[in-house]
């Protein structure tokens, strides 16, 4: 993602003709802090959802007795 983003601020250098390029690269850095904040949530609850829950024995005892 850091490499898309640093590319970004090559191709900024490339193509435009200006001499403060310093204004295009704090947009394209406060992009790039947006996505990872993004990228931090999802990890983080990708993270949460893969931690193993254990329920109760009894909660399930319904199932095995004969009714």
């Known amino acids: 993602m850091?490499?898309?983003?640093?590319?970004?601020?090559?191709?900024v250098v490339h193509d435009k003709k200006v001499?403060?390029?310093?204004?295009y690269f704090d947009e394209i850095d406060k992009e790039l802090k947006e996505e990872l904040v993004k990228l931090d949530?999802?990890?983080k609850e990708i993270e949460k959802a893969n931690i193993p829950t254990f329920l109760e024995?009894?909660?399930f005892s319904f199932f095995i007795e004969p009714g």
Do not use: A, M, W
Request: with cysteine; glycine share 0%.
């Open 19 to 23: 001499d403060d390029y310093q204004k």
């Open 2 to 11: 850091e490499c898309e983003y640093l590319e970004k601020k090559l191709s």
């Open 57 to 59: 024995d009894d909660l």
């Open 41 to 43: 949530i999802y990890l």
